[in-house]
């Protein structure tokens, strides 16, 4: 699927406003891709579906968690990060995505994961950081992404932290492990 019939599909599962930020997560990923020598078609191909499910009811979503047996401790948390392995069944089912890769970094672009692949990183910082996010500590991230990519993540890991935990949210434990993946590895 080419990057036009791709961004037609998920066009129709998304609002305009999350249809903008899929485009500015694909530019950011590309360029993020490009500079840290990930495959761009890839992380084109993630960054275009990484909100694919974004949209779909909530109830759906936690019965695709459980039929296709996902992480069950997945429906103890915000329903803001179920989008994420759901959008990442759903892109395979409904879109005919089938590279591992691909899949892994839209499954994981909200929460992180142990041993991110570099796909992943791209991913997830460019869902962080594109042009449309404003928010305290978006433009620290933007800079240490200039030069460190996993610089990069560990601030938005540390800031997405942080803002839970202000809010008295739960971290998703996935979270506090990558983190905890990056600083170990540093």
Known sequence: MNREEALACVKQQLTEHRYIHTIGVMNTAIELAERFGADSKKAETAAIFHDYAKFRPKEEMKQIIIRENM??????????????????YLAEQEAGITDGEVLDAIRFHTSGRPDMTLLDKVIYVADYIEPGRKFPGVDDVRELAETDLNQALIQSLKNTMIFLMKKNQPVFPDTFATYNSLVSAN
């Not at 401790?73 to 392995?85: D, I, K, R």
């Open 71 to 88: 992480p069950e401790h997945l429906l103890s948390y915000n329903p803001e990060l179920w989008h994420a392995p759901v959008g990442a």
